[in-house]
């Protein structure tokens, strides 16, 4: 097309291509719109300063029309002839000038909730809401040195696994002030900031502990102190291995009783079938559904499945004298019995949907413990042969 006079009709008009395109206005020298693949278009204007092209966004076009794009590129246009400020230059200090509160909340918006499930959506903001952002208050992207992340990463040394991730939701927000013309390139301020060790807990129910929480978790159900829902929940955590989101968000869509199957369409390692035993699919059965209600923990809310399970798991654990015990722990206990029973580790691992096999090798010292057991009773005999 020829250069005509950008207007709302020309610009709509532009089709995308593969790559994106500019379109400058045939009466206004700079100004122009820039078409994306996606079909976006954005109004820019196009200028040389001290031997360089620079471009400056105005805005996309719908928000913002071609006569009030127009009248901006005419107003930075002629800063530009007139020797005035530069607006590139004036853009990048704008963007240097942004405060750890303004880049946080561009984090969650154009990358955490674009980019992340849910559950690392709700990691992530909890780390900038209640970590990074009262720790640096408004001091600026662009000030923050090792120095900073070293104390912040310090502050919380106590909990080192919490330290960590808010090491590295604090690196990853650097990485993108740099993307976003925040910070100079490579001037990530963690990555001179050595994460704590961390020691990875391997603690499991024994048979009596088992026992123990069976009663508990009976007598809670009887007397009606906790949901019958939450009640489930535990159970089914335990006698699926599943993590804590894969139950607490299941739906009945995903249920295939007579299979004796979950299809889960999403976890933390992508879509995924649980396999059911037939305790399970018992449990399942005597479950209700609830009418309009598509979860099978349901919540206090229509529509809802239950969101706190970790108080009424506070108070479960204590009546089962088990103060120590994670909702996490059931999982590890269920593929702790696995290996006991003489299950190999690949299929412990098919069963707990792990994509690597270092994740289910934690696990692999637990297989020892029949041979040992054998070793004591073979020598036992022995010892007992020789007097």
């Known amino acids: 097309m020829g250069r005509e006079n950008l207007t709302k009709r020309i610009v709509d008009r ?49 928000p913002v029309t071609a006569e009030i794009a127009r009248r901006e590129a005419n107003r930075m246009l002629g800063a530009v002839r007139g020797g005035g400020d530069d607006p590139a230059t004036l853009r990048d200090m704008e963007r240097q000038a942004a405060t750890i509160p303004e880049l946080g909340a561009r984090f969650l918006k154009e990358h955490v909730e674009v980019r992340c499930k849910p559950s690392t959506q709700y990691e992530y903001r909890r780390a900038v809401e209640l970590f990074i952002n009262p720790f640096f208050g408004k001091q600026r992207v662009r000030t923050v040195t090792s120095a900073d992340a070293a104390e912040l990463h310090g ?58 929480l069976g009663a508990a978790l009976n007598a809670a159900e009887r007397s009606g102190a906790e949901s019958r829902f939450a009640v489930a929940a535990f159970r089914l955590l335990l006698l699926t291995g599943c993590r804590l989101g894969e139950i607490q968000r299941l739906k009945w869509s995903y249920v295939d009783l007579g299979a004796s199957r979950i299809r889960l369409p999403d976890s933390k390692t992508g879509a995924k079938t ?10 399942l059965r005597k479950l209700p559904e609830v009418d309009g209600n598509p979860y099978v923990i349901v919540g206090k ?32 206990t269920f593929a702790s ?51």
């Open 14 to 62: 532009l089709e995308p291509r593969q790559k994106d395109y500019i379109v400058f206005d045939g009466d206004l020298p700079g100004f122009g719109v820039r078409v994306m693949p996606s079909g976006k278009r954005f109004y820019l204007i196009q200028y040389r300063r001290h031997g360089r092209t620079r471009r400056v966004m105005i805005g996309p076009h719908g």
């Open 155 to 212: 502050k919380y040394a106590h909990t080192p696994y919490q330290s960590n991730r808010v090491l590295g939701v604090l690196s990853k927000m650097m990485n993108l002030a740099e993307v976003w013309g925040m910070r100079d390139r490579r001037t990530n301020p963690c990555d001179d900031v050595r994460p704590f060790p961390e020691r990875k807990r391997e603690r499991f129910l024994s048979p009596g502990e088992i026992e123990r």
């Open 274 to 283: 649980v396999y059911l035993g037939a305790a399970v699919v018992k449990l």
């Open 301 to 332: 809310l229509p529509n809802t499945h239950l969101t706190d399970l970790q108080h009424p798991w506070r108070r479960i654990r204590a009546s089962a004298d088990l103060d120590d015990v994670r909702i996490h722990d059931l999982r590890h």
């Open 337 to 387: 019995d696995g290996v006991l029973a003489g299950e190999g580790l690949p299929m412990i691992g098919k069963l707990l949907g792990h994509t690597q096999v270092q994740t289910t090798a934690r696990y692999a010292h637990l297989a020892d413990s029949p041979v040992k057991d054998a070793a004591t009773r073979i020598a036992g005999r022995l010892a007992a042969a020789l007097g």
